[in-house]
């Protein structure tokens, strides 16, 4: 099972700083997320710096990278200011 390590606002909306799932691609994430957490916390994942393994993913809306069962999925929010 992949292990999904959250920061910032999904740590909070999720009461977890990580969890394991049974997920193989980006899509079944996204899928886990909203089946496990509703739609706010979809919106919120896709607005974070995501990495897969240690890699940067740029394109999250393709969502057909391959996860592997000791995978890493990390999930950054984006900060801003000045």
Do not use: W
């Amino acid at each position: 099972m992949a292990t999904l390590v959250y920061q910032g606002e999904l740590r909070r909306m999720t009461g977890k700083d990580e969890e394991t799932a049974d997920v193989r691609s980006m899509r079944e994430v996204m899928e886990f997320l909203t089946l496990s957490y509703g739609a706010e916390v979809l919106r919120k994942a896709k607005r974070c710096m995501v990495a897969l393994d240690g890699v940067k993913i740029d394109n999250l809306n393709k969502r057909e990278h391959d996860i592997s069962t000791d995978s890493e999925v990390y999930f950054f929010p984006l900060s801003c200011g000045g």
